[in-house]
């Protein structure tokens, strides 16, 4: 499976982004996805994921309530819709995709394809 995301950009306190991640070599409808980011000098955190259908959706505490995370499965694709934006929202966002149905969500050793990522930065 390849990931590639798509998206990013350099935005202002307060703007929205939406964030596009590609699969392809397989479809991916039959598994989570879910979107990470790492800021410089962090670890790489756990952002929010969707269930293969997309009726479930889960979302760390920093950002809940301001990003929306969707799939297409016809297309193939999951976006993040990024809005409210903080200067402490600056990473590097990475898209990941599963190999087993059953995961714990938000562990990132989970799972085992990752896209390239793609710069979000927020000026105050």
């Known amino acids: 499976v390849q990931l590639v995301e798509s998206g990013g950009g350099l935005v202002q306190a307060g703007d929205s982004l939406r964030l596009s991640c590609a699969a392809s070599?397989?479809?991916?409808?039959?598994?989570?996805m879910a979107w990470f980011r790492q800021a410089p000098g962090k670890e790489r955190e756990f952002v929010a994921a969707i269930s293969a259908s997309g009726g479930s959706s889960y979302y760390a505490d920093s950002v809940k309530g301001r990003f929306t995370i969707s799939r297409d499965n016809a297309k193939n694709t999951a976006y993040l819709q990024m809005n409210s934006l903080r200067p402490e929202d600056t990473a590097v966002y990475y898209c990941a995709a599963p190999s087993k149905i059953f995961i714990i969500y938000y562990a990132r050793g989970e799972y085992d394809y990752w896209g390239p990522g793609t710069q979000v930065t927020v000026s105050s």
């Open positions: 070599g397989r479809t991916v409808s039959s598994y989570s």
